[in-house]
């Protein structure tokens, strides 16, 4: 394992994009080897290439915002997934309003009849039914 230390000194080595990448690279291919599309396993071979590319690469700096770049992506992906499924899961007990003036997103109990919800952000009010 001496020559891959030796090999790895001073360049990036693996984080998230690269994983990724490499998740990418294997169900491109297994789509590729399921339904035997040749085109499959050559653009398969892209984020292969670019994660070995992104692991041996001396620019550090450059990785590193790359990583990031993804990173914000990805969270953004995470939380939006996380925020659909907390509203099915509520939907039963809330009811979900855009504000008019802000188009701020604003949870209210359901059952309450027609009622004034408050913007908590712009302090516009409006009437609805819950
Ligand atoms: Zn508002």
């Not at 359901?110 to 819950?130: D, E, L, Q, V």
Request: charge should be positive; proline fraction near 4%; aromatic fraction near 16%.
């Amino acid at each position: 394992m001496n020559w891959l230390r030796r090999v790895m000194l001073g360049r990036y080595g693996p984080d998230q994009l690269s994983i990724a990448l490499m998740i990418l690279y294997m169900v491109l291919s297994l789509l590729s080897r399921f339904t035997n599309v040749y085109v499959l396993s050559v653009i398969s071979l892209i984020p292969l290439v670019f994660c070995f590319f992104r692991m041996f690469s001396k620019n550090i700096q450059k990785r590193y915002q790359e990583n990031n770049i993804f990173m914000g992506y990805y969270n953004k992906v995470k939380y939006g997934f996380y925020n659909k499924r907390d509203r099915i899961r509520d939907m039963k007990i809330y009811k979900y309003y855009k504000c008019p003036n802000c188009s701020n997103k604003l949870r209210v109990p359901r059952g309450k009849g027609k009622i004034c919800i408050t913007c908590p952000s712009c302090k516009t009010k409006f009437i609805k039914r819950t």
